[in-house]
């Protein structure tokens, strides 16, 4: 490179100064200085409200998300989710742009419904909001009505519709009013005194392995109870390669969904991504609705199919049965490698619900445990199940706090592996402990999201990743003295 050509640094660094930084972001005094942050969040552990809005979206048949707002927020929940499956994320945006955020996006929002229902013959448009149509204070209610009398759609045509500002929560908060939106526009008013359809609404929350989707259909199959799984999204995210493109595939059967007011059940298996939707169902039908917790291990496995088995009078199936048996012997077999293990795991609440009663199942302690958009509510729960166990003793809760803080917190108080999400690896890089990849989103594995982590064969899973990812990690730092063929 000649001179005139050779770039300037405005600041030259030492090569001892960036060693020095490294050094000290190490330390308990930058520790203290990182966890005092308030006025930034680095790497946060969740996504914004509108992406949880579109995975509803995709989990029912036929329906097209429509995000009111800016074109790049719909490109970045497109992308994310399409990213994780590795499937396509169909969806479309009305594309405010600055003269919407002066004069409304009433405009957007009529010209786009105009052409979505054009050009893609959807059966419903689900409709949510990014960031901008929230902060100007976009009348949705109106706006879409208003589409109606200017016969832009047809007056019974469904348009279920969501406010999910992103300023607020997390994905998980998103997720929630766009179901409850979309099973009270299409259920709401069809209660019929009397009639029982002899079926199970099935609600997994914010989850995006399809894996659990199946592994739930696979369980009521063993019970013979039919279900309606609100929102499934196993087919759309999870589709035979066969050379015809399919924008539309799978999802939740709309007329099934009419239905949901005369199911003999309700249950769903998260609270926190499921609350307005639960609290809409209890109110408009007589019928049990159950929250309960994600079925993640042994013990909350059989919550969930001991109340399945209470509500439809079925005994657990033999081959459930069974199952579990297996599990409790691979448990056993494994809990040598887990005893004492201390772990970091991040997530939303009710996976990590989950996961640490898993942990604890096993003699591990989740030692720091990070939600990064929370509660002192959630932490208390949380408290409460560590207090079950002498594993859960010196546990740490860390509510509201991203990932640059837990990697202080591994990096002065240390942990044998980490558990979370793919953004979670620049952490286990620098400190060289392993990750075990789980929850929403994983980019940079394949397949994972098609292995369930629910159930006992989900849990045979998590034990199996769990435990080998461990050994993998002796077998690669251990001395030559101690590389065994036999673990
Ligand atoms: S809604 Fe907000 S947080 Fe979400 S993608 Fe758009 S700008 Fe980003």
Request: glycine share 6%.
């Amino acid at each position: 490179m000649s001179e005139q050509c050779a770039i300037k640094k405005v600041t030259e660094i030492t090569t001892e100064e960036v060693d020095r930084i490294k050094a000290w972001i190490n330390t308990e005094e930058y520790k203290e200085k990182n966890l005092a942050r308030e006025a930034l969040v680095v790497n946060p552990a969740h996504a914004c409200q509108p992406l949880g809005a579109q995975l509803v979206a995709h989990g029912f048949e036929s329906t097209l998300p429509f995000v009111h707002g800016s074109q790049g927020c719909a490109s970045y929940y497109r992308s994310s989710l399409n990213r994780h499956f590795r499937e396509p994320a169909p969806a479309v945006s009305d594309a405010m742009t600055e003269d919407g955020a002066v004069f409304g996006g009433q405009n957007n929002l009529h010209e786009g419904l105009e052409n979505a229902y054009a050009l893609y013959k959807p059966k419903m448009i689900a409709v949510f909001t990014s960031f901008m149509p929230e902060v100007i204070g976009d009348d949705l209610t109106s706006y879409i009505q208003n589409s109606r009398n200017e016969e832009i759609i047809p007056q019974d045509y469904p348009v279920p519709y969501a406010n999910t500002p992103s300023f607020n929560g997390s994905h998980v908060q998103g997720y929630d009013p766009m179901l409850k939106s979309i099973v009270e526009c299409l259920g709401g008013g069809k209660r019929v005194e009397g009639k029982n359809n002899g079926r199970l609404n099935l609600i997994p929350g914010f989850d995006t392995c399809t894996g659990n989707y199946r592994e739930y259909k696979r369980m009521m199959k063993a019970f013979d109870i039919p279900c309606t799984m609100l929102a499934d999204i196993s087919e759309t995210f999870d589709s035979p390669l066969t050379g015809t493109y399919h924008p539309f595939p799978g999802g939740t059967p709309l007329d099934e969904t009419a239905d949901v007011l005369n199911s003999q059940a309700t249950i769903a298996l998260q609270s926190y991504s499921t609350k307005a939707t639960m609290k809409w169902m209890a109110e408009n039908t007589d019928a049990p609705v159950e929250t309960l917790p994600m079925p993640i291990g042994v013990k909350k496995t059989d919550e969930m199919l001991l109340k399945i088995s209470e509500l439809f009078d079925k005994p657990v199936p033999e081959e459930l049965i069974a199952e579990r048996g297996r599990v409790v012997d691979a448990m056993t077999d494994a809990h040598q490698y887990l005893h004492n293990k201390k772990f970091a795991i991040y997530g939303d609440p009710d996976w990590l619900l989950g996961m640490v009663s898993f942990l604890l199942e096993m003699g591990a302690k989740p030692y720091h445990i990070l939600c990064s958009r929370s509660n002192k509510k959630f932490a208390k729960v949380l408290q409460a199940l560590l207090d079950t166990s002498p594993y859960g003793a010196d546990c740490n809760i860390w509510i509201n706090k991203d990932l640059w803080h837990l990697r202080s917190l591994c990096a002065t108080d240390p942990v044998d592996a980490m558990i979370g999400n793919c953004h979670g690896k620049f952490i286990t890089r620098d400190l060289g402990i392993p990750l075990i990849r789980a929850g929403y989103p994983i980019i940079d594995r394949v397949n994972l999201h098609r292995y369930p982590t629910v159930g006992y064969q989900g849990t045979m899973n998590l034990l199996t990743w769990t435990v080998n990812t461990l050994l993998d990690q002796v077998d690669a730092t251990c001395e030559d003295r101690n590389f065994e063929i036999m673990r």
